[in-house]
């Protein structure tokens, strides 16, 4: 039976209780296929009903009945709960409506991972009061549970690590953040470490305090303005050397 069907079928008339109010009318029936596990053992149907934003019934597959929560959700509860035929098409949907929509959307959706872009940088160089911050992001990946972590020495650091939240990007891609404030030892070694669905083991991304990636930027971009300044000088200069060469000067 489609979701379709189901929304048809029903035969639901709560407007007559709430005419009279000044704005317009808003009913609505929502079907949840609420699940965790990928054999769909734990499948529960939840058909919700609301008007103006106020559920009046709700069922709820493992409960195997309608429940009311207001004067009117509930007469039309136990109307439901009498019909037996409508009640034996609402318990059929977790087989014939959760499953199969769970199963299509699944390997249409959930089971088509993307992998997340990496970069480990340094957000802040230890100075003399305070310690160096790191950042590991992740970028563009789907779906949305990630696990970003930070090893020194191949071990597992706690404390002073705080990461963002997962943030949508709109497009079904997520990205994250994590730093890690620390005091840089010598000899040592700092991972981040991601694990996701995309990846067939944890990936670990060794950070070189060798090459601080923002100064190496600032020298590059410092070194080519020089060089390029000294180019448009020294065309200058024979740009001018040559005018002044050909000029004919004539005697007065
Ligand atoms: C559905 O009913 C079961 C059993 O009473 C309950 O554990 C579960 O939380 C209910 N689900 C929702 C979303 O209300």
Request: hydrophobic fraction near 40%; charge should be positive; charged fraction near 20%.
């Amino acid at each position: 039976m489609s979701l379709l069907k189901l929304l048809i079928f029903h035969p639901i008339l709560m407007l007559s209780a709430f005419t009279g109010t000044a704005h317009g009318y808003y009913e609505y029936m929502t079907a949840e296929c609420v699940y965790s596990t990928s054999d769909y053992s734990d499948m529960v149907l939840l058909l919700s009903y609301s008007f103006n934003h106020v559920m009046h019934l709700q069922y709820n597959s493992s409960v195997g009945k309608f429940v009311g929560y207001t004067e009117q959700g509930v007469k039309h509860a136990e109307g439901f709960n009498k019909n037996q035929a409508y009640m034996q098409q609402v318990k059929a949907a977790v087989d014939t409506f959760c499953r199969p929509n769970a199963q299509i959307l699944d390997s249409a959706v959930r089971d088509k991972s993307v992998k997340p872009m990496i970069t480990l940088r340094s957000a802040r160089q230890a100075d003399g009061s305070r310690p160096a911050v790191l950042m590991c992001s992740a970028y563009e990946f789907y779906p949305k549970k990630i696990k970003v972590s930070w090893l020194r020495d191949g071990k597992e650091m706690t404390s002073d690590v705080t990461s963002t939240m997962e943030m949508a990007n709109g497009n079904w891609f997520y990205q994250i953040h994590s730093h890690l404030e620390y005091t840089p030892k010598s000899g040592e070694k700092i991972s981040c470490m991601v694990e996701h669905a995309s990846f067939s083991k944890p990936m670990i991304y060794d950070w070189d305090p060798s090459l601080p990636e923002g100064e190496r930027n600032k020298i590059a971009i410092g070194a080519s303005g020089l060089v390029l300044g000294i180019i448009i000088a020294a065309a200058g200069l024979i740009y001018y050397k040559k005018k002044s060469a050909g000029r004919i000067l004539v005697p007065n």
